[in-house]
T-cell receptor, first 113, second 115 residues
Framework: GESVGLHLPTLSVQEGDNSIINCAYSNSASDYFIWYKQESGKGPQFIIDIRSNMDKRQGQRVTVLLNKTVKHLSLQIAATQPGDSAVYFCAESRRGGGNKLTFGTGTQLKVEL | GAVVSQHPSRVICKSGTSVKIECRSLDFQATTMFWYRQFPKKSLMLMATSNEGSKATYEQGVEKDKFLINHASLTLSTLTVTSAHPEDSSFYIC???????????FGQGTRLTVV
C-alpha cells in the first residue's frame, strides 16, 4: 500500500558530526512534509516542515531536502548533540486530505560521546 | 510553537472500566484534532479525526464504540476507551493544527495500562 517509509531504523553518530535521516514516500499527491522528533515517553515535537513547491528549507541546525522526482525526503542535523538522541519521524499530508498526517516508521538516532 | 495539552499522562485501570483522555489546545482554536495510537518502538497510527460539533471520522479497523470521541468545543477533544481490556494498553497521542495544512502540534501522550 501507499506509505511513508524510512530507510534506516537506527542511526549512530558521533557527537559533533552531522546526521542525515532519510525518508521515502510513495504518493504523488503528497505535498506537505513534516519532520518530528520524539523522545521516549513523550509526544512528537515539530522540527521543520516543507511544502512541495520547495526543495530545501533550513532551520536552526536542521535542513530538510525534498526530491520530488524520486519521492525522497531527508533531514540533516548539523553538529549533532547528545540532546538530539531520539526517534525521528517524517510525516506527509496530501492534497484533499486536510491536516491528516501519515507517519513513517521512524529512525532511532543515537549520539555517541 | 502552539501548545497542546493532554491529560492524564499516565493511567492504570482495571479491565472492564472506561478511561477518558483529554486533549486541549491552549493557545489556539482547533476545529479538527487527531487521535493516534502508538505501540512500543512503532510509528503513530491514526485512529480518528475529531471534528468540532460533529461526529468523529474513524480510520478503518478502529472500533467507534470502543473509542468514543467527543469534540465539544474548539479547544477540547476527549477520547474515551470504553470497557478497556489489556490489549487496549498503549500510548495514545492527540494532535491539533492551528490552521489548514499547517504543522500539527502534539500533546504529551497518555500511557494507558489496563490490568
Amino acid at each position: 500500500g501507499e506509505s511513508v517509509g524510512l530507510h534506516l531504523p537506527t542511526l549512530s553518530v558521533q557527537e559533533g558530526d552531522n546526521s542525515i535521516i532519510n525518508c521515502a514516500y510513495s504518493n504523488s499527491a503528497s505535498d506537505y512534509f513534516i519532520w518530528y522528533k520524539q523522545e521516549s515517553g513523550k509526544g512528537p515535537q515539530f522540527i521543520i516542515d516543507i511544502r512541495s513547491n520547495m526543495d530545501k528549507r533550513q532551520g536552526q541546525r536542521v535542513t530538510v531536502l525534498l526530491n520530488k522526482t524520486v519521492k525522497h525526503l531527508s533531514l540533516q542535523i548539523a553538529a549533532t548533540q547528545p540532546g538530539d538522541s531520539a526517534v525521528y519521524f517524517c510525516a506527509e499530508s496530501r492534497r484533499g486530505g486536510g491536516n491528516k498526517l501519515t507517519f513513517g516508521t521512524g529512525t532511532q538516532l543515537k549520539v555517541e560521546l | 510553537g502552539a501548545v497542546v495539552s493532554q491529560h492524564p499522562s499516565r493511567v492504570i485501570c482495571k479491565s472492564g472500566t472506561s478511561v477518558k483522555i483529554e486533549c486541549r489546545s491552549l493557545d489556539f482554536q482547533a476545529t479538527t484534532m487527531f487521535w493516534y495510537r502508538q505501540f512500543p518502538k512503532k510509528s503513530l497510527m491514526l485512529m480518528a479525526t475529531s471534528n468540532e460539533g460533529s461526529k468523529a471520522t474513524y480510520e478503518q479497523g478502529v472500533e467507534k464504540d470502543k473509542f468514543l470521541i467527543n469534540h465539544a468545543s474548539l479547544t477540547l477533544s476527549t477520547l474515551t476507551v470504553t470497557s478497556a481490556h489489556p490489549e487496549d494498553s498503549s500510548f495514545y497521542i492527540c494532535s491539533a493544527a492551528r490552521g489548514r495544512r499547517t504543522e500539527a502540534f502534539f500533546g504529551q501522550g497518555t500511557r494507558l495500562t489496563v490490568v
